[in-house]
């Protein structure tokens, strides 16, 4: 099956906008559900003192003549009331249960939920509508029972005020939002004009035939995109650097091929002519060539760009011993000694293949640029900081100039100027020595040159 295609990202801008309008959105509608509930706590509170007013206009007038309960309804007091809505007025005066005067189907008290004196607001529901009644209760001299007076009043001009105050508070948050959109715009396009400066100075990068590598320059940048730019930057220069390192070996390994490769075409052409040595010079030619390829297939292994390779435990003496019976052979031919001191087993955490391949490396030099009848000796040792490894000979060793050098590519030395070799034993020998952590170190000793790989690693 098709892989699943990635799901577009969303743009920045976008996402700014939801990030900004989302919140304002929300704390506008917030501020709108607030400010109803605010208005709406307001216009009870409004209407209820005007109500209040009325009530205890009417309730002032209440009085006592000869034993009866008698009043005056004041006209100021329904004036009161009167509004735009022409809100219907309703009022009651009862003592006890019996009624005074007024509507005597209006929804009566309990009069003992009534305080006394102390007016008391309700809604009811009265003739089919929606009404307010403010309330109080009053004990009258020589009256037995509870005086209650009662004005109510339809809500029309309540809710039309209310609506009224609901909408302008709508109007001014649509008129803010609309205000807030209109420069949200000019503002996101100022403040991702950095971003877009810095795209710019990327993208001019591929407009040039040849790559450029060099450390973006997008001007002064936002503390935000400083970072990106950095970023960017040290990718472009370990890029240059891995680039420049291919192309410096690639340059290195057709120069150091060419040699042998040209050799191998003139033996081949003597060959052909019936000279029988050149068959002799072809082998040759071709174990230099074939050493020379193993060596850059070593080195291109060691320099890999990866996780630090998985350690494990590794037996020194163990790795010395397979070393030293791969290249017994050649001691034995160059006349060369090898003698191991090591003891009987050391253990430390590390990289078995590119223990061996140093050591190897180590080995292959000190038994090539060695004297006829020359001693290399492999020293295993331990102590309190880790672990090492030393290879030494007593052939004619280095100058102190090439010894400053050594572990450079492809270099070959004055000592050895003699000798076949290839010019990367001890560059693969420090590259792998850095995967591993470890140190390498290399001395004079004269006579002879000592190569020490010391490991921080755990002993065991």
Known sequence: MPADRPQPAIALRTRLLAAMLGPLLLTAIALGLAGAALIADVVRRTNDRVLGGALGAISETVAVERGDVTLDLPAAAFGMLENSERDNIYYRIAVGDR?????GDLSPPRPQELTLDVPRFRFARYRDQDIRIAEVRRAL?????????????????????????????????????AIAALFIGPALRWSLRPLARLRRAVAARDTRAT?????????PLPAELRPLAEAFSNVLARLD???????????????????PLSALK?????????????????????????????QLLALARAEEVGETPPFEPVDLREVAVAVINRHIAR??????????????????DSHRTLVFEILSNLLDNAIRYNRAGGTVTITVDADADGASIAVGDDGPGLSDADVARAGERFVRFTSGRDR???????????????????????????PGLRCTLRFHSRVE
């Open 241 to 259: 650097t891995a680039t420049a390192g291919v192309r410096r070996f690639t340059s290195d390994a057709s120069h150091q091929m060419r040699t």
């Open 266 to 294: 003139i033996q081949v052409a003597l060959a052909r002519r019936g000279d029988r040595a050149a068959l002799d010079e072809i082998a040759d030619a071709a174990d230099r060539l074939e050493h020379l390829v193993t």
């Open 331 to 348: 001691a034995i031919e160059a006349g060369v000694e090898v003698i191991l001191d090591a003891p009987p087993s050391l253990t430390l």
């Open 99 to 103: 009624l005074v005067t007024g509507y």
């Open 211 to 219: 790559p450029d590598l060099s450390p973006i320059d997008a001007g």
């Open 420 to 446: 076949e070799g290839s010019g990367l034993g001890l560059a693969i020998v420090r590259s792998a020595a850095q995967r591993l952590g470890a140190e390498l170190a290399i001395a004079n000793t004269r």
């Open 141 to 177: 001299p020589r009256i037995a029972g509870p005086v209650v007076i009662q004005v109510a009043e339809t809500l029309d001009g309540r809710r039309a005020l209310h609506r009224r105050l609901v909408l302008a508070l709508v109007a001014g948050e649509l008129v803010l939002l």
